[in-house]
């Protein structure tokens, strides 16, 4: 049980970290401290999935932020499920985000699929692969649950 406290803890940090406001992108330390090693990201939403590293996210996020394509972008989890074996874990997380714009209605969705490992007894992200919903991919009730 407080292997999976720890592990919403950390999922609710990585998307505070991940998150930003006002044309400043997220402090690159804050999030590779969630992280084993490099981290892996994964965004799986395109025809052709685009994999990172937690720097060339940060990364990414600043050149889009250069480049006026986002002024902030806010995310947070909707659900979230973890199961957990000796000192490895995944969790099924639901988020919604917000890039700034206004909107009438619901915020965008879509699903996390993270991976923990715990190291000298503390739980780190191993990964993190994500597909945002579409008419093509409906988040499942049970995992709104």
């Not at 994964?42 to 889009?64: A, R």
């Not at 909707?78 to 009438?104: C, D, H, M, P, W």
């Amino acid at each position: 049980m407080m292997d999976t406290i720890e592990i919403d803890d950390l999922a609710r940090d990585f998307y505070k970290a991940i998150s930003f406001r006002n044309e400043k992108a997220p402090d690159l330390d804050p999030v590779k401290i969630l992280f084993f090693g490099e981290g892996a990201l994964v965004n799986t939403s395109f025809l052709h999935p685009l994999g990172f590293t937690v720097e060339s996210f940060v990364t990414s996020l600043e050149s889009e932020i250069a480049e006026g394509n986002m002024s902030q972008f806010i995310m947070h989890e909707l659900k979230g499920k973890t199961q957990v074996f000796g000192k490895l874990a995944q969790r099924i997380s639901v988020y919604e985000y917000n890039l700034g714009e206004e909107t009438s209605g619901r915020l965008p969705r879509g699903v996390n699929y993270m991976q923990f490992v715990r190291i000298d007894g503390n739980w780190r992200i191993l990964s993190v692969a994500w597909c945002d919903e579409n008419e093509d991919n409906i988040i499942p009730g049970e995992y709104l649950r």
